[in-house]
């Protein structure tokens, strides 16, 4: 079992306690600043009180990563340009992507656009970060020889939907993150055994997803409430991660030949779907939709997608097919 800490405390007060460069990945969702009810006034600040809070965790964050450790930030719109300033100039940490949450869900505007995107700075100590690609890669739209079909970079934009309140893993937590969403930074960033921190846990989501990942963990809360919230989210049956990708649950178009699609299918549930037990039934529908029952026969309903699509090999390039083609000789 990997080590899981909750502490009940002030994120500044705490960190300082944790040891230099001993963490290899902190990920960051603190509060933004716009009044949200934590069951506290934490965060109802002025700006530039906003700005030396944000200026001080951060300073802490970079002080506790190893060399090769990795930083992610939930980052509000109001904020960014100067959290990134921080990052970029203050403390010389290392750009590596602006990640875009996009949920389909959310607050509707009448003057303007409706909000449906969270942004996430990725920023790391040097220029060699630790970076696990096939840990969360994403499947192929289309099986192709030239395609690496263990999967495509899953990109900046990434797409899971809130946790809702018709979800059995809902905590009553205002801002509580989708668990996959999470589970792509920590595949990503750590191995096995690594040591990850979150400063402003909340309902404990980021604990969550190290304690089934095997990494050990430290999460630090201001509000007792959400501290025993997270005990008992740790102490829960485990059935699978609330939020999945849904890319994952897709099959790969043009998988003809039945020998080729057995020994995909095996791989894409191990690959894919691992920790997302809820997701399995949808990758089988999917398959059976466009296979046939067994995925062994090609449904009538596949055949005519192809018809209309008017398929060729060479051209069907899409946006998930990233750098892993193979050229030919
Ligand atoms: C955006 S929420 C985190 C949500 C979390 N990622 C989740 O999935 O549940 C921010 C959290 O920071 C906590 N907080 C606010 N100020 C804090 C501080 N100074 N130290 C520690 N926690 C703090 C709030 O109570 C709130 O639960």
């Known amino acids: 079992m990997s080590k899981i800490d909750i502490i009940a405390g002030d994120a500044l007060d705490e960190l300082p306690k944790i040891q230099a460069s001993s963490v290899d990945l902190v990920v960051v969702d603190p509060p933004y600043n716009l009044g949200k009810d934590y069951g506290n006034n934490h965060d109802i600040k002025g700006f530039d009180e906003y700005l030396e809070f944000s200026r001080k965790w951060l300073s802490e964050t970079h002080r ?74 994403v499947p192929q739209k289309y099986y192709r020889d030239r395609n690496n079909m263990r999967g495509a970079n899953p990109g900046d934009v990434w797409e899971f939907s809130h ?20 589970e792509r930074m920590v595949l990503a960033s750590s191995d096995e055994g690594d040591r990850v921190v979150d400063p402003f846990s909340g309902s404990g989501t980021t604990l969550r997803v190290c304690q089934q990942l095997q990494r050990e963990a430290i999460g630090i809360e201001i509000n007792p409430e959400y501290v025993t919230m997270t005990r008992n989210r740790l102490g829960g049956v485990f059935s699978g991660f609330d939020s999945v990708d849904p890319r994952m ?18 791989n894409h549930r191990e690959w894919f779907l691992t920790h997302h037990e809820n997701a399995v039934k949808k990758f089988e529908d999917s398959v059976a939709s466009m296979y046939g029952d067994q995925g062994s026969q090609r449904s009538r309903q596949m055949m005519l997608l192809e018809e209309r699509e008017e398929y060729e090999p060479n051209t069907a390039i899409d946006s998930d097919e990233d750098s892993t083609w193979i050229v030919p000789s």
């Open 64 to 137: 506790i990563l190893k060399p090769t450790g990795t930083l992610y930030v939930f980052v509000g719109f109001r904020f960014i340009s100067y959290l990134y300033d921080i990052l970029d100039r203050d403390l010389q940490m290392f750009f590596n992507s602006w990640i875009v949450w996009h949920y389909t869900q959310g607050m509707g505007k009448t003057k303007g656009f409706s909000p449906r995107h969270d942004d996430i700075l990725m920023f790391t100590k040097t220029k060699k970060p630790k970076f696990n690609l096939d840990a969360v890669r």
């Open 163 to 182: 946790v809702h309140y018709c979800n059995d893993n809902r905590q009553n937590h205002p801002t509580q993150k989708p668990e996959g969403l999470i």
């Open 249 to 266: 649950e897709r099959v790969p178009r043009d998988l003809r030949r039945p020998e080729l699609r057995g020994e995909y299918l095996e």
